[in-house]
Structure formats: structure tokens, C-alpha cells
């Protein structure tokens, strides 16, 4: 599968153009930016080619993998399913439901696979967990914590972007918490509430079809030492934890990428294709009209 990268920021030159490069499955064709200079440098680095022009590169390619701020993914995203391009998408698909509604409806139209680019759903720990927790069921309530520090000053993260300080924590870590809630509990049938803590956290209580509840507490301005992520689910069958992970972000896309091969190969829609990013979308709008101005990183 020939596939180009949209995107030239932190997460696309450490994690998806090294796994794109190295990937037996797939021919890394070209790179496309919103900065030509940064696409010739990427591109330079794993020995492919940088474009100037994205539907020049939409038309050389079977598939993209996208790398960009949600909106602008969501408007390019249309762009390459009407060229026929396969879709490996980060998270969210975008922070408008009307965007995101736009990509699945072109995915569809078009017969193009999609995988949204959940990294907990991808990697064989965390992935086998939550696989086997929707099967066991019975759940009664969960809680997940996705604590992170970006915008700590000391920490000088290089995804501090203006997208992530502009939308904050709930639509940045907010997906991987539901990445996980929503398979083994269920889909959201309401956000009963939405609060506001320090800097960008918000604390959620979600309400689920299985009959379940959830409480969430999302954060990119924790303290570095109160960073970190967990979920805990409480059934009849007991208490269990999302494990820690011991793969990376580049073993997680490397299947994400392998599944969207596949998902293209026999047609059939994956468990994260765009329409379940869609839905992550739909939930965490709810949330940012509860919290009503929304809640944004640190100025």
C-alpha cells in the first residue's frame, strides 16, 4: 500500500514517519505540509519524497496517514477519501461534530477504510484488557484519569501546540478515556455533568447504555510528578485495571497500520473507524457545552 503523511509537527517526525519508513506493509510515497520547508526536511530524513502540493499527493497514494490539529484533519481528511485514499486518522477526528459527520459521510461514499489512531486501543496489553472486559460484562461503574503535563513549565513538551492550549485536555486525553469506557461499558447515553478543576481539568460523569456509570477526570496542567493515566472498572465479577503498557506510540500505529490494511483488503469497517470517532467526537461536545466557555490549557 503506498501511503503519504499529512503532517509535519512532533508526533508526525517521532512516531508516524519512522513507523511509516520502516512498516514491510506499506511504501512511505511522500510527505505534505503546511510548511514546505518542514516537509522537505522530513522527508529527507527517511528518504521519500516531499510535496508541495497535497492533492498532488493525494492522487500518487492508496492511503494517508494524517498528523494535523483535528479541523484541519477533518477538512483534508474529506479530500483524500475523494481521492480514494484509505484513512489512518489521529485523535479526534475533529472537535466538530458537523467535521466529523463530513469525514465519515466521504469514507463511505468514496468505499475507503478508516482507523482512527487511538494508541491505547493499539496496544496488545491494553487492547487484549479491554477486548476481554467487554466480553466478561456485568459492569456496575468505572473510573478513568488521564493526567497529563504539557503545559507544565518545567516540562517544555514539544506537543505545548496552540490547538491542545486552545482545546485543553478534554479533547486531547478525553479520547483515549473513552477509547476504552465506551467498548467495555457501552456508549454514552448522556453527559449528566461537567465540572471545571485547576488549569484545563474537567471532571465528567457519564451515563451508559449498558446501564453503567463512569466518572472521568481529564488534565494536561497536572503536576509532572501527578502525571499519568489509568481506568478501574467494578462489576460482579470485581475490580480490575487497565494495565500499563510496554509497548511505545510507534509499536501502537505499527498495528494500527497493519489493521488498516487489512480493514482495506476484506472491506469490513474497523472497531475504530472514523464512525466511532465520530461518536467520541458527538460525547465530548456534549461535555464542552456543559462546561459551557469550555476549559483551555494555561495562557
Not at 66 to 83: K, S
Not at 114 to 122: A, D, G, H, I, P
Not at 260 to 271: E, K, V
Request: hydrophobic letters at 45%; glycine letters at 12%.
Amino acid at each position: 500500500m503506498r501511503i503519504g503523511l499529512l503532517g509535519t509537527g512532533p508526533w508526525a517526525g517521532m512516531v508516524h514517519a519512522p513507523v511509516l519508513a520502516s512498516h514491510d506493509g506499506l511504501d512511505f510515497a511522500g510527505v505534505w505540509g503546511r510548511r514546505p520547508e518542514a516537509a522537505k526536511e522530513l522527508a529527507d530524513r527517511h528518504g521519500t519524497r516531499p510535496y508541495d502540493d497535497v492533492d498532488a499527493l493525494l492522487a500518487d497514494v492508496d492511503a494517508v496517514a494524517v498528523a494535523l490539529p483535528p479541523d484541519v484533519q477533518a477538512e483534508l481528511a474529506v479530500r483524500a477519501a475523494g481521492a480514494g485514499c484509505h484513512l489512518l486518522l489521529d485523535k479526534p477526528v475533529a472537535t466538530r461534530p458537523a467535521a466529523a459527520r463530513a469525514v465519515v459521510r466521504a469514507a463511505e461514499e468514496a468505499g475507503v477504510a478508516s482507523v482512527v489512531f487511538f494508541t491505547t486501543r493499539f496496544l496488545s496489553e491494553t487492547g487484549d484488557w479491554i477486548a476481554e472486559q467487554a466480553r466478561t460484562g456485568g459492569w456496575f461503574t468505572a473510573h478513568a484519569q488521564w493526567l497529563g503535563s504539557v503545559f507544565a513549565e518545567e516540562n517544555g513538551s514539544p506537543f505545548a501546540t496552540p490547538w491542545r492550549r486552545e482545546k485543553g485536555a478534554l479533547w486531547d486525553v478525553g479520547p483515549h478515556a473513552l477509547s476504552v469506557l465506551l467498548p467495555v461499558l457501552g456508549d454514552v447515553r448522556r453527559v449528566t455533568a461537567a465540572a471545571a478543576g485547576p488549569g484545563d481539568t474537567v471532571h465528567l460523569v457519564l451515563d451508559h447504555t449498558g446501564g453503567a456509570s463512569s466518572t472521568v477526570t481529564l488534565s494536561l496542567t497536572a503536576p509532572p510528578q501527578a502525571s499519568g493515566a489509568g481506568i478501574e472498572v467494578y462489576g460482579a465479577s470485581g475490580v480490575t485495571r487497565l494495565p500499563q503498557p510496554t509497548g511505545s506510540a510507534a509499536d501502537a500505529l505499527t498495528r494500527a497500520a497493519d489493521e488498516l490494511c487489512a480493514a482495506a483488503r476484506d472491506g469490513s469497517p474497523h472497531p475504530c473507524d472514523a464512525a466511532f470517532g465520530l461518536r467520541v467526537t458527538e460525547i465530548l461536545a456534549d461535555a464542552e457545552a456543559l462546561l459551557g466557555d469550555g476549559v483551555g490549557a494555561t495562557p
